[in-house]
C-alpha cells in the first residue's frame, strides 16, 4: 500500500481460539439441553435485542425478532463450527432475520406506511417527557436521537446495518464482513457512504 | 517516520476512526492531526457523529422486563416445536400398534379383493364367436391369418378355407379370393365355395374386376402392398 500503510488483514478463526467454555455450551445446545439453551439465551438475549430495535427501530418487533432469532440459532447450531466467534455468528443471523422481516413488512405494509412528519400533522406532536427534573436537557436528547434514528432509517439497510454494527455493536471490520457476509473491502466503503450521509443530514448537529 | 499528506490521513481517517490500523499507523496518523486542524476537524466530525449514534442508541435501551419473558417464551416454543415435528409424530405412531393393525388390516383386505376381482373375471363366460375378440381369436388361431406369408401355390386354398370357415351362416354371403395388383387393380377373382345365387355373384366379380383400389403412395414413392381386409361381408346391390 501507499506509503507503508495498510489495513489489518482478515484472519481465520479456529474453534481453538474459541473460548472452551462457550463451545462446551454450544455442543449441549446442539444435543438438545433445555438449560444450555436457556443460558445461552439468557447471555445474549440482551445483545440481540438491541441490535434487532437499532435495525428496526420497534421494541415489540425485535422481541418477536429476538425469539425468531435464538429458535434460528437452535435449528441450526449444530452446523455452527467455530469459524467465528458465536457471537458473531449470532449477529450474523441477527442481520438476515431483519433484513428479511423489512423486506416483507414493505411489501406487506407499503401502503400503509405514513412518514413521522405526516403523523405529526395529523395527530400532533409527540408528547413531552413527563420528568420534571430536567425537562429541556431531556427533550433536547429525544429530539436528537430522534433526528439521528430519523437519519439511520433513510439510509439503505447494508449501510446502516454496517454503522450500527461498527459504531454502536463496536464490532471489528473483520467481525462486520462475517456477519454481514461480505469482503471487509465491501464494509469500509458502506461504512464510508452511510458516515458521509450521516454527516450530511445531521450537519447542524 | 515520514510524515503523511492530508490526503493520504483522509483516505484512511474511517479506519483510523475505527482503530483498524497498525500501531505505526495510528502514531503517524495522529502526529499529522496535531499539526494539522482541517483533518483534525475531519475526525472529530467522525468522532462526533459515533457519540450520536451511541447516544440514541442509549435512548432506546429496553427495560429488564421486557427481556424478561424472552427465555422462557423461546424454550417452551422449541419444546413445542419438537412434539410436533416428523420426527416426534413417526415415533409416536408407534407407541402403540393400533395405526399398525389398521395399516396391515387394510392391505390384507386389497389383496383379498384384487383376487376376488381377478377370480371372477377369471370364471366370467367365455367370449361369444362373433364378437370383435372372437373374431380376432379365430384368426390368430387359423391359418386365416392373411399377415403372414402365404406360398403362391397354396394360396387360394389358405383364403378361401379360412373366410369360408371364419363366417357365421347369416352373415356370408360369399367368400372371394383375389390378387391385387400394383396399380390396385384386382385381377382374377374367384369364387370360393359359395354355390348360391351363382349368376349375381358372377356379375359381382365381373364388377369388382373392373374397380379399382387406391394405391398407397409413402413420401411420393408407390408402395407395393396392399392392406387386404379379411372376413369382411360386402353387400353389394347389383342394378337391372
Known amino acids: 500500500m501507499a506509503e507503508g500503510l495498510s489495513v489489518k488483514p482478515a484472519r481465520a478463526i ?27 439465551v439468557s447471555e445474549h438475549q440482551r445483545m440481540v435485542h438491541q441490535l434487532a430495535l437499532h435495525l428496526l427501530g420497534d421494541y415489540n418487533e425485535a422481541l418477536d425478532l429476538s425469539q425468531e432469532v435464538f429458535l434460528r440459532v437452535f435449528r441450526t447450531i449444530h452446523r455452527f463450527r467455530g469459524q467465528s466467534a458465536l457471537r458473531t455468528w449470532i ?24 412518514s413521522l412528519d405526516e403523523h405529526i400533522r395529523n395527530h400532533g406532536d409527540l408528547p413531552a417527557p413527563g420528568n420534571p427534573a430536567a425537562p429541556d436537557r431531556l427533550f433536547g436528547q429525544k429530539q436528537l436521537a430522534a433526528r439521528i434514528w430519523k437519519a439511520l432509517d433513510g439510509l439503505p439497510f447494508d449501510q446502516k446495518s454496517a454503522i450500527v454494527l461498527r459504531e454502536i455493536d463496536g464490532l471489528s ?27 450530511a443530514q445531521l450537519r447542524d448537529v | 517516520m515520514t510524515p503523511l499528506s ?32 482541517p483533518c483534525a476537524t475531519e475526525a472529530a466530525g467522525l468522532e462526533t457523529l459515533g457519540e450520536s449514534l451511541r447516544l440514541a ?10 427481556l424478561a419473558g424472552l427465555q422462557p417464551g423461546i424454550i417452551s416454543r422449541m419444546k413445542a416445536e419438537n412434539a410436533q415435528s416428523w420426527r416426534a409424530q413417526f415415533g409416536r405412531m408407534f407407541e402403540d400398534m393400533h395405526l399398525v393393525w389398521i395399516g396391515l388390516g387394510s392391505a390384507m383386505a386389497t389383496i383379498i379383493c384384487s383376487a376376488l376381482a381377478l377370480a371372477c373375471l377369471h370364471f366370467a363366460s367365455p367370449e361369444r364367436d362373433d364378437s370383435l375378440a372372437g ?10 391369418n392373411l399377415v403372414r406369408q402365404v406360398p403362391a401355390d397354396t394360396y387360394d386354398d389358405v383364403v378361401g378355407n379360412a373366410l369360408v370357415r371364419s363366417m357365421s351362416e347369416e352373415e356370408a354371403v360369399l367368400a372371394l379370393a383375389a390378387v391385387v395388383t400394383r396399380d390396385g387393380r384386382l385381377i382374377d377373382p374367384r369364387w370360393v365355395e359359395n354355390d348360391r345365387d351363382r349368376q349375381q355373384i358372377l356379375d359381382l ?36
Open chain 1, 91 to 114: 449477529y450474523r443471523i441477527v442481520v438476515n432475520q431483519a433484513r428479511n422481516r423489512m423486506r416483507w413488512w414493505r411489501r406487506r405494509y407499503r401502503a400503509q406506511q405514513v
Open chain 2, 205 to 240: 366379380m365381373s364388377a369388382i374386376e373392373t374397380s379399382r383400389f387406391d394405391t398407397t403412395r409413402a413420401g411420393g414413392a408407390s408402395v407395393n402392398m396392399v392392406w387386404l381386409f379379411a372376413h369382411t361381408t360386402v353387400r353389394g346391390k347389383i342394378v337391372g
Open chain 2, 57 to 66: 442508541a442509549a435512548t432506546l435501551q429496553p427495560g429488564t422486563d421486557m
Open chain 2, 135 to 144: 373374431i380376432i381369436a379365430t384368426m390368430v388361431s387359423s391359418r386365416a
Open chain 1, 14 to 40: 479456529t474453534w481453538s481460539e474459541v473460548a472452551s467454555r462457550e463451545a462446551a455450551l454450544v455442543q449441549r445446545c446442539a444435543a438438545g439441553d433445555d438449560d444450555a439453551c436457556g443460558e445461552l
Open chain 2, 6 to 37: 492530508c490526503a493520504s490521513v483522509r483516505r484512511r481517517l474511517t479506519a483510523y476512526h475505527d482503530r483498524e490500523l497498525s500501531i505505526e499507523q495510528l502514531i503517524a496518523i495522529e502526529a499529522h492531526l496535531d499539526g494539522c486542524p
Open chain 1, 173 to 199: 471490520y473483520d467481525e462486520i464482513a462475517f456477519s454481514l457476509g461480505i469482503a471487509v473491502g465491501t464494509v469500509k466503503s458502506r461504512l464510508a457512504r452511510a458516515r458521509e450521509a450521516l454527516r
